[in-house]
């Protein structure tokens, strides 16, 4: 299935919504404009057209229409049919597979001195048909509050756009349930079970009867990291929970966490983060006074 991968944030602006019931004989007009058009149909199907590129939108199905963009009707309505309908703007996004999202890669955490956010993803299906039993009570929400739009609840809007991305991206991950996908969350629980253990890559071969080389792939793959880089990202949530809640020292807690060379520990712990443990042991503690 294709998706559409924005880059956040912002989050998409909302122009408008909408909801119509068209009777048979009607048919989309031919227009292109710079917004992103995400049509939602409950009940009976429209049938368009993208740049050469036809859709049969069907009950249940969405398709988003890509700003400046040509796209027009090619057939009529041919029986009556229930549709919603999204304007947003936001920058031009890029075309990705869904089996190839990385639904689990981890962001690495922000600290205090960061001044800009991490740049991040979020993804919607191009065209799909959806369970959308949960999508249509949104779309039913945003309308009520557009029909009495007021400075008051114009917050609201802008809110349940946010909701509707939420929902649609949730059942984008509910379909991914590939091979790969498993056996990964079943690698990460591994390594979770033994984060304070010394890694060794025979075991995990052992474990799952697969190449270490394949296992890393598919570990890779959904969370942008390999067994040693996400073990390394486990450890260093405990030490930073021990810092944060013991008075352990720092080389105690590079042992707890299964990191015997304690100058590695430092200088893995200052690299990932970007202070020292010791540093961020003042901070959290200084923090938790105010």
Not at 38 to 43: E, H
Request: charged fraction near 25%.
């Amino acid at each position: 299935m294709k998706c559409l991968q924005f880059s956040i944030p912002p989050l998409p602006t909302l122009i408008t919504v909408g909801h119509a019931f068209w009777k048979p004989g009607m048919q989309h007009v031919q227009r292109s404009f710079n917004v992103f058009d995400m049509i939602f149909v409950r009940k009976g199907a429209l049938y368009m057209t993208e740049e050469n590129k036809e859709y049969e939108i069907k009950e249940n199905c969405m398709l988003v229409v890509e700003s400046g963009k040509l796209h027009w009707g090619h057939e009529s309505c041919k029986e009556e049919t229930e549709i919603f309908w999204v304007h947003f703007k936001h920058t031009n996004p890029l075309h990705v597979e869904r089996d190839d999202i990385s639904w689990s890669y981890i962001y690495p955490n922000g600290t205090d001195a960061d001044l800009e956010p991490l740049k991040q993803y979020m993804y919607i299906p191009k065209f799909a048909q959806l369970d959308l039993r949960l999508v249509f009570p949104i779309l039913e929400r945003m309308i009520s509050v557009h029909r009495h739009f007021t400075q008051g609840n114009a917050i609201e809007i802008h809110s349940l756009l946010a909701d509707l991305f939420v929902q649609l991206q949730s059942l984008l991950q509910l379909k991914d349930s590939s091979r790969s996908k498993t056996l990964a969350e079943s690698i990460t629980s591994y390594l979770y079970r033994r984060f304070n253990e010394p890694f060794d890559s025979k075991k995990l071969e052992k474990e799952f009867h697969f190449h270490y080389d394949y296992l890393s792939r598919c570990l890779k793959k959904h969370t942008g990291m390999t067994p040693v880089q996400y073990l390394h990202h486990i450890q260093l949530g405990e030490a930073k929970l021990l810092l944060e809640h013991t008075a352990l020292s720092i080389q105690d807690i590079s042992e707890a966490v299964g990191q015997s060379n304690y100058n590695y520990f430092v200088r893995l712990f200052t690299k990932k983060v970007g202070i020292s443990p010791s540093k961020y042991r003042s901070i959290s503690r200084r923090s938790y006074l105010k």
